[in-house]
């Protein structure tokens, strides 16, 4: 449900287009210390916007119940819309032009942004923050909780404009039994990933599981074409970041490292369950649970239903190999939610105490533990499910954003979430060769 989210929110929504880049020198504003805030008293309510996210919402709930405990004066109010573009899009955008929320969620990033900066390659997070719309929290003792990475991300300008919840990590989850059933070991490249693979099916097991069906075709990139161009592509080029190389042309889509790319994703499509572009997304961690396949392809958002499918299965992870040099297999870091402090706040006192609290290690660890999320927080100690199946890859990993710049649907015809979704399809079953969809890839591209 969270990467669905994720990809229909990369779609810019319609308000941004009001937002120019003209705006991109917005001025600062002077903010209450936390200090003044704790002196003075909360109090009034606090508005709270973000989707229907069971894990998060969960959290949420929990959290804001536990902050009126300390700020009795305040009432929060937690408003959610369903995850697409009629539901929490048109929230997310009439809330920021009208201030008619306190803290605003998304899971766009503000950084980096796209080397040549317009009105159509700009993110709807992107412009908002460089016109300004959010608060900065750089005078908030608290924000140096976070790694310099997280605030990397949601920086401009050196302005700090958000904080980043934590990220989910896409790898292959596997089951543990079934691994000891047919004397497997964990692969750590891709030829012993291949011969895994082989093991399997020739035992008559399925050996992946993947939905990509219910309008979910770029599962596929996200779960093999992209972990693919990490492992293989990405240490290939000239400046070791794809999402660079690619803007600048130094690398293109024709390059031999995609085909290569295409290549592995073509062989390691054969193991995946027959009709897996129509098997519902949805059911991807109930399939897993109920051990049609040993192994997933998935992120670490779902292992909390995993769990509580079926709380018995031991579950293990490990990044999709497609290097044969094991240290070039990582997991794929995916941000989640961030949350941001609008300028046109109605309640900045409450709403910098409720960001303050919710950094607080306690809550935190609270916050991490109940989603299943990577932290962001420096320290801790993490108990969730998840925790335990990413063990020693828990926050580590490389940053999506290397990868390859956000999908742009008005910029090229492949350069878009579904379509570049469709045509990874094509190349697994056949219908186009490698070298085809490259092609068109390149001749789409337009950054």
């Known amino acids: 449900m969270y990467s669905k989210l994720h990809k229909l929110a990369q779609h810019r929504a319609k ?149 980043l919840s934590g990220q989910y990590q896409r790898v292959v989850f596997y089951n543990k039994a079934d691994f000891a059933k047919y004397h497997l070991s964990v692969p750590t490249t891709y030829n012993q990933f291949l011969k895994l693979l082989e093991t399997l099916k020739a035992d008559h097991v399925t050996p992946l599981w993947l939905g990509a069906g219910g309008g979910a075709p770029f599962y596929v990139t996200d779960f093999i074409t992209q972990p693919l161009m990490s492992a293989v592509w990405e240490p290939q080029v000239p400046g070791k970041n794809l999402t660079t190389d690619l803007q600048t042309g130094s690398v293109k889509w024709t390059s031999p490292g995609f085909i290569k790319v295409l290549d592995e994703e073509v062989a390691i499509g054969k193991y995946l369950e027959p009709g897996y572009a129509g098997v519902s997304w949805e059911g991807m961690p109930g399939a897993f649970a109920d051990n049609k396949a040993p192994m997933l392809l998935d992120g670490s958002w779902d292992l909390a239903t995993v769990h509580t499918d079926n709380p018995k299965l031991q579950v293990g992870s490990f990044p999709l190999p497609g290097s044969n040099v094991a240290a070039d297999n990582q997991p794929i870091l995916q941000p989640d939610l961030n949350f941001e402090i609008l300028k046109k706040a109605n309640n900045i006192p409450a709403a910098l105490a409720w960001l303050k609290f919710f950094a607080s290690k306690p809550i935190y660890q609270q916050y991490v533990d109940i989603t299943g999320i990577s932290p962001s927080e420096t320290g801790g100690t993490y108990t969730s499910f998840a925790a335990q199946v990413l063990g020693r890859w828990l926050g580590k990993g490389v940053a999506l954003s290397t990868i390859m710049p956000a999908p742009t649907p008005n910029l090229g015809f492949y350069d878009s979430t579904t379509e570049w979704g469709i045509l990874q399809e094509s190349v697994i079953s056949g219908s186009k060769s490698p070298v085809q969809a490259a092609s068109l890839t390149q001749s789409s591209w337009k950054k």
């Open 15 to 163: 308000a941004a287009a009001a937002i120019g880049v003209a705006a991109l020198s917005a001025g600062t504003v002077t903010l209450p210390s936390a200090a003044s805030a704790a002196t003075t008293g909360i109090s009034g309510p606090l508005k709270i916007i973000t989707w229907v996210n069971p894990p998060a919402v969960k959290a949420l709930t929990k959290i804001d119940a536990e902050f009126e405990q300390k700020y009795p004066k305040v009432k929060v109010q937690l408003e959610t819309a369903a995850n697409d573009q009629a539901g929490y899009a048109t929230l997310l955008s009439t809330s920021v032009d009208s201030g008619t929320a306190d803290i605003v969620t998304d899971v766009n990033s503000i950084q980096p942004l796209p080397l040549h900066a317009t009105r159509a390659t700009l993110t709807s997070t992107e412009l908002w923050a460089a016109s300004g719309a959010y608060l900065p929290l750089n005078n908030q003792p608290w924000i140096h909780a976070f790694t310099k990475s997280a605030l990397q991300l949601e920086s401009y300008n050196g302005k700090v404009y958000g904080i």
